[in-house]
């Protein structure tokens, strides 16, 4: 199988989720290629999984006043905190029969690729099912996987630096849960590139591309028209709509 890389964008989370299902769309209809893209979130974001409930997760009036935008995604899990600079977001998409039919050993695959790439930084990193990596007992990275119409998505984020203080000012997590003990006992499970290692960022994303790739055949690559006009056309009639992000 060969692979198309795109390699490292930025875009907001509408058009981040809605690239995501027109390569979907367009791996299930075979007009697309398997895909690994890199990205991040401008302006950062909050995205909740699927089975979600909107007003449950996020603090709508702190995201406004913040100008961070939210999404809801076509995966599972829990409400994220995108940070612009703190994180490098990946994506594959691919015939699900290039992958286990199990869950959590198709987790344990591409959260492989992840652990190769920080592995390139000097970072010792292991795998936490159902879908975290962690390093040196914190997790570093959290992933999510659909499965629809014989096409994977599975995307995740890898954290570059963090402010757990910062994250939990757009979430609904309660008062009590943002007490300074919680903040810090958050801080002791959850950490970042910046608080493991001096590599910069650009050395990151390069240690993932190579993770990501290593024994793949794989060319760069770019859109193709039909997905960026879906794309678009997703953003504007589905993941910028009320109606979707706040059905639950």
């Known amino acids: 199988m060969k692979w198309r890389l795109v390699e490292l964008e930025q875009h907001d989370a509408y058009a981040n989720m809605a690239?995501?299902?027109?390569?979907?769309?367009?791996?299930?209809?075979?007009?697309?290629?398997?895909?690994?893209?890199?990205?991040?979130w401008k302006p950062s974001a909050v995205s909740i999984g699927y089975f979600q409930s909107l007003a449950d997760e996020i603090d709508l009036d702190a995201c406004r006043a913040a100008g961070v935008d939210w999404v809801r995604r076509r995966t599972g899990g829990g409400a994220v905190y995108h940070?612009?600079?703190?994180?490098?977001?990946?994506?594959?998409?691919?015939?699900e029969a290039a992958f286990p039919k199990g869950i959590i050993d198709s987790y344990r695959v591409i959260c492989g690729w992840i652990i190769d790439g920080l592995a390139g930084i000097g970072l010792q990193a292991e795998f936490k099912p159902i879908n975290d990596i962690i390093v040196n007992g914190k997790k570093i990275s959290g992933n999510a996987q659909t499965r629809r119409g014989g096409v994977l998505l599975q995307h995740g984020t890898i954290l570059y630096d963090v402010d757990v203080r910062k994250m939990f000012s757009f979430?609904?997590?309660?008062?009590?849960?943002?007490?300074?003990?919680?903040?810090?006992?958050?801080?002791?499970?959850?950490?970042?590139?910046?608080?493991?290692?001096?590599?910069?960022?650009?050395?990151?994303?390069?240690?993932?591309?190579?993770?990501?790739?290593?024994?793949?055949?794989?060319?760069?690559?770019?859109?193709?028209?039909?997905?960026?006009?879906?794309?678009?056309?997703?953003?504007?009639?589905?993941?910028?709509?009320?109606?979707?992000?706040?059905?639950?």
Not at 23 to 29: L, N, P, Q, R
């Open 83 to 95: 940070d612009e600079l703190g994180e490098i977001t990946y994506s594959i998409i691919a015939p």
């Open 171 to 248: 979430l609904k997590v309660g008062k009590d849960k943002l007490a300074d003990k919680m903040i810090a006992a958050a801080e002791e499970r959850v950490t970042s590139v910046t608080k493991q290692c001096g590599a910069t960022r650009d050395e990151l994303y390069g240690a993932l591309k190579t993770g990501f790739t290593s024994g793949k055949e794989f060319e760069v690559g770019k859109w193709t028209e039909t997905e960026l006009s879906r794309a678009k056309e997703l953003s504007a009639s589905r993941y910028s709509s009320d109606e979707w992000n706040s059905q639950r």
């Open 19 to 40: 690239i995501d299902e027109a390569v979907s769309e367009g791996v299930a209809a075979g007009t697309s290629q398997p895909t690994i893209r890199f990205y991040t």
